[in-house]
């Protein structure tokens, strides 16, 4: 079993920057790769990024890329995703991600909101 808690959400200005945290707690070791998705009013969720268990493969959404970067620590079990120069267009619900090799894992996400 992995329980992930996200943090870091809040209202910020466009052209601002934010950095999320995912904690993951439980089966740690078998975790081989992290996400986060994001989730607007009304949309479909969307994945923005993902990472590797060793950290050294990422990828993200075409929108995103160049301006978030996901980043894992895992000594202490923990992901992060930085966004810069950030968007209203990023509003959203985002949703930290984990799988192994028998389930997937969703936190409870964390409400990121750009506005002027």
């Known amino acids: 079993q992995v329980q992930l808690v996200e943090s870091g959400g809040a209202l910020v200005q466009p052209g601002e920057s934010l950095r999320l945290s995912c904690a993951a707690s439980?089966?740690?070791?078998?975790?081989?790769?992290m996400n986060w998705y994001r989730q607007a009013p009304g949309k479909e969720r969307e994945l923005v990024a993902a990472?590797?268990?060793?950290?050294?493969?990422?990828n993200y959404a075409n929108s995103e890329k160049g301006r978030f970067v996901i980043s894992r620590d895992n000594s202490k079990n923990t992901v992060y995703l930085q966004m810069s120069s950030l968007k209203p267009e990023d509003t959203a619900v985002y949703y930290c991600?984990?799988?192994?090799?028998?389930?997937?894992?969703w936190g409870q996400g964390t409400q990121v909101t750009v506005s002027s």
């Open positions: 991600h984990a799988r192994n090799s028998i389930a997937e894992y």
């Open positions: 990472i590797t268990s060793g950290g050294g493969i990422t």
């Open positions: 439980g089966n740690i070791l078998s975790i081989y790769a």
